[in-house]
């Protein structure tokens, strides 16, 4: 089943998707034929059961694993034709990410770890979009602090930060709220919402939780490494609802 191209300027997309691990008998199919695309400046989730391929389908989204077959489009540029070299630089310029693991560097300062992409590049951030990203996250208190004297859900808003702080196209979140308490992990996805809706970011989110894709535009829902289903407007209760279908569908296999 291919989902319908939002109808707004596509950021991501996806064609013919599909990747392999191993082979003979041990291979398995992760994302089998993925057709998807993903709206600029929305907020988007992937959903679905364990072993459904939506982390497979993030990362080849986000140039981190590479396709067994089809193509990713970034804008105008096409990832799978690029090499090592030119994939690393697209990501570290155009690309955001936030993890489950906040992958934070210890030696360095809130502020400095903020600013890694850009000290990697030889850049320095515009200081109005500095002032709002920082702003934006809550963290103007927290610079000059080490990640161990930060709380969970102030890690976690130093990552985001630094998602933000390159201006990327998209930025790419798996399971951003797995390692947080519930409320810090409503901070976090808070924090996700208004980078879109404040400044015009684009966000794709891999979830395991419907109260977290309830923040989202919209929400693709993968089984079986295909997408099934597509919801708009996603409340917690049909987020629930489409999850607990996909479960029913899977107990009770393949049509007799």
Not at 90 to 115: C, H, K, S, W
Not at 175 to 195: K, W, Y
Request: charged content about 25%.
């Amino acid at each position: 089943m291919s989902v319908p191209p939002p109808a707004h300027h596509v950021a991501v997309a996806a064609r013919g998707l599909r990747r392999e691990y191993g082979s003979g008998t041990g291979r398995v199919v992760a994302l089998d034929g993925v057709d998807v695309e993903f709206a600029a400046g929305r907020f988007a989730a992937i959903m679905g059961p364990s072993g459904s391929g939506k982390s497979t389908l993030l990362h080849c989204l986000a140039g981190l694993d590479r396709p067994t077959a089809g193509t990713v489009r970034l804008g105008d540029v096409e990832l799978t034709r690029l090499d090592d070299r030119r994939l690393t630089l697209l990501r570290r310029d155009r690309l955001g990410f936030v993890f489950q693991r906040f992958n934070l560097l210890p030696a360095l300062t809130a502020e400095e770890n903020i600013m890694l992409p850009l000290a990697i590049a030889g850049r320095r951030p515009e200081p109005s979009w500095w002032r709002r990203v920082v702003t934006a996250v809550g963290l103007t208190d927290r610079l000059r602090h080490r990640p161990d004297e930060l709380s969970g859900g102030q890690q976690q808003r130093v990552a985001v930060a630094r998602a933000l702080i390159t201006r990327p196209q998209v930025i790419f979140a798996d399971e951003p709220t797995g390692n947080l308490d519930s409320r810090s992990g409503a901070e976090v996805l808070r924090l996700l919402r208004e980078a879109v809706d404040t400044l015009g970011q684009t966000v794709v989110m891999v979830t395991h939780d419907p109260a977290a894709a309830a923040h989202a535009d919209r929400v693709v829902f993968l089984a079986d490494g295909r997408p099934v289903e597509d919801l708009t407007g996603p409340t917690v209760e049909r987020v629930f609802d489409t999850l607990a279908g996909l479960d029913a569908r899977a107990t009770a296999g393949p049509a007799r």
